[in-house]
Structure formats: structure tokens, C-alpha cells
């Protein structure tokens, strides 16, 4: 309206403004709106070809221009909070487009805040929407030094892991992307490879330097969800990572707290173990839900295999169980010496580490109420 409002006649400006002087007890806003839409559409009829053709290619050009403003309405801001003798002082904020994943999408080295985020999909149709993903790093004054943008058209970020000068980054739609980046130069990070495989990485966790730990969910090639899933991936070579090995649940209905609470994930390279809760549930046909298997599991790992020892059963002490809401899952693991501990909210189970045989279980709630110990 504003493009068409300065070529109009001085009798159709006047009717415009006699129409929205109206009262509104005898024309309602939408027919004002409609009645002055009117005057433009009778105008724009008069055009010729050239002059239509002109105009709407004006009309696109601040509309995108308004749009562009739009897409920077979804971005991250940080600051920096100083902390010295008791007294508390804001040294700086900073701002990158997009949001984060989680606590693992950012990280400080050499006084260099360096962070991933995922810029979501816009509803702006004439422009490209898809999502996007990006990485930024910012200096100690906040501001950004480096960055490299637009990795992963149309996904998200599901994990991300920084390892001294690299970040390893999965993100999904439906296959999982695996990208190794350098951040070696902080004012040019730098893709250095990518590996396409099924399914997702929810938590990265090093091994060494030269193996990382994914443990996620295997999909089929359009999205769909097959099973719990644990890979060691191998970026020795940068610019072609590798799966090395894998180990992927039957039950497609696996899940494990670890997928989104990384303190529920137990590793120990020196014992060739991995401990992580698994729980699993059984669907019929009228809605409900019976438990298939709850308790933790325990993998043997090394650096090129993964070999499921066994599960620590934590349904029978867990029993407080509604169709379609499921069991409390094992919540933490650790390991004293050959002995290891999985606890869940009514139960700590004690085993050796060598076979998995009990050594002795403790029920852990109030023996007045029979709540459960969280």
C-alpha cells in the first residue's frame, strides 16, 4: 500500500481518506480495509504490463528486506561475568545468531568463547528458510572473530563435543552428519570432514584423541527410530571419519536416560567398561504398556569394539508402575574399586565388575511413607 499510496490521483487519495474517516459504527475495519484495497486494485488495472511487472519487483525487494531483518530476531546472547574479592562485575556481552543445544555447544579455550548453534527454520516462504548450522567463536571482549556458517541445510544440532582445537558435531533430519571441525585458527574454523550413517548421536564423549563415544538412536534413511544405538567413531584421518563399530538395541522401543543426562553415562577406558541405563516397553494393540526389560546397561569397550556384557535388572524393586507412563530408569552408575553401583529410585545394586554377579541389593526408601529416594 505505501508503494501504491504517492502515484495515486489527488480524487483517489481523497476517497481513501473519506473512507477511513468513516465512522466506524457505519463501516467496520475490514470493510474500510476492503473498500480502500479497492481504489488499489482499480489503480493497478490501469497499469500496463511494464508498470505492473516494475511494481511487483519493487514490492519483493523491501519485502525481503523486511524479511532479512526478521531472521535475526532468533539469536543467543552471553555475557561475561567478572568475579574478584567478593564483587561481581558484567565484562561484556556477545551475540550469535540461533540458540543452543545444550551446555556441551559451548566452551572456553585460550580466553575464546566458541559455541554452536542451530538458526532455525523461518516462515518466509520467498526467501531460503531452511534451518541452519553454525559456529561462531568470540574473543575475551565478546566479540566475533570467527565463524563458519551453514553446515546441514534443513537439520539440527542433536550433540556436539569441543576437544581441544576441534569440535565434533552430529546433527540429524534423517541421516546423522558427523562433522570433525577445526577451531586450530580461531578466526577461521574450518570443516575438516563428514561421515553420513543412519540415526543420531544425542551425547559425544572422548575415548582418546583419536576415538569418540556416540551413544543416540539408529533410524531408518527417512527418520524413522530403530533402536537404542552406541558407535566409536574413529577420526584419526580428520578428513574421512569412520564408524568403527556399533552396537544397536533389537528392541526399537529402547531409550536411555543418558540420551539427554550425561551425568547417567559411565565410562572407564581403563576397565574396558560403559555403563548406561536401558529401559525398554512393550506396546499392544488396546494402548498400554508393560515393561520389557529395565535396569542399566554394561558394555566391554575398547577402542575399536563394543560388546554387551549384560543388564543390571532394576524392574522388580521398581514397582510402582502405570500403563503407558513406565518405570523410573536407573539414574546414576559408578564404580569402588571391582565393584560396580547402579541406583535407581527405590533400588542400589551392588555387582562385580569381572562377571556382573550380585554382591548385594538395597532397597532405598522410608520405611514409614514408602517414598522413594531421589
Do not use: C
Not at 580466553?111 to 541452519?132: M, P, Q
Not at 569441543?162 to 569440535?167: K, S, V
Not at 538395541?249 to 553415562?265: C, I, N, P, R, V
Amino acid at each position: 500500500a505505501g508503494l501504491l499510496q504517492d502515484r495515486l490521483s489527488t480524487v483517489d487519495k481523497e476517497l481513501i481518506a473519506r473512507i477511513q474517516a468513516t465512522d466506524d459504527e457505519i463501516l467496520s475495519r475490514d470493510e474500510k480495509k476492503s473498500k480502500i484495497w479497492q481504489v488499489y486494485e482499480s489503480y493497478i488495472s490501469l497499469m500496463n504490463e511494464t508498470e505492473r511487472n516494475n511494481l511487483e519487483d519493487e514490492t519483493d525487494r523491501l519485502f525481503n528486506e523486511k524479511m532479512k531483518e526478521y531472521e535475526h530476531l532468533e539469536f543467543t546472547v552471553f555475557t561475561k561475568v567478572g568475579v574478584s574479592n567478593g564483587n561481581i562485575t558484567i565484562e561484556g556481552t556477545g551475540k550469535v545468531p540461533g540458540h543452543l543445544n545444550n551446555q556441551f555447544a559451548m566452551d572456553e579455550k585460550d580466553k575464546n568463547l566458541r559455541v554452536a548453534t542451530t538458526l532455525s527454520e523461518r516462515w518466509n516462504s520467498k526467501l531460503d528458510s531452511a534451518s541452519t548450522n553454525n559456529v561462531y567463536v568470540l574473543d575475551e571482549d565478546m566479540n566475533v572473530i570467527g565463524k563458519l556458517e551453514g553446515l546441514a541445510e534443513t537439520e539440527q544440532i542433536y550433540s556436539t563435543r569441543f576437544i581441544d582445537d576441534r569440535l565434533y558435531m552430529v546433527t540429524f533430519r534423517q541421516v546423522d552428519p558427523f562433522f570433525v571441525i577445526d577451531l586450530s585458527d580461531p578466526r577461521n574454523p574450518v570443516e575438516l570432514g563428514s561421515l553420513k550413517i543412519p540415526g543420531f548421536s544425542r551425547y559425544l564423549h572422548p575415548y582418546d584423541k583419536d576415538i569418540v563415544i556416540g551413544i543416540g538412536q539408529d533410524a531408518s534413511e527417512t527418520g524413522r527410530i530403530r533402536g537404542l544405538k552406541i558407535s566409536l567413531f574413529d577420526v584419526s584421518d580428520v578428513s574421512k571419519p569412520k564408524e568403527i563399530a556399533k552396537f544397536i538395541t533389537e528392541d526399537k522401543y529402547a531409550q536411555s536416560t543418558a540420551l539427554w543426562e550425561h551425568k547417567a553415562f559411565l565410562f572407564s577406558k581403563e576397565k574396558n567398561l560403559l555403563v548406561i541405563p536401558a529401559y525398554s516397553q512393550e506396546y499392544r494393540p488396546w494402548g498400554e504398556s508393560s515393561a520389557s526389560y529395565n535396569g542399566a546397561f554394561v558394555f566391554k569397550i575398547t577402542k575399536d569394539s563394543i560388546e554387551l556384557r549384560g543388564l543390571i535388572d532394576h524392574s522388580n524393586n521398581n514397582m510402582y508402575w502405570q500403563p503407558q507412563v513406565g518405570q523410573p530408569q536407573v539414574e546414576r552408575s559408578m564404580y569402588i574399586n571391582e565393584l560396580l553401583y547402579t541406583k535407581s529410585p527405590r533400588l542400589l545394586r551392588i555387582n562385580r565388575i569381572d562377571d556382573l554377579s550380585s554382591v548385594k541389593n538395597i532397597t532405598l526408601e522410608s520405611p514409614d511413607t514408602s517414598v522413594p529416594v531421589y
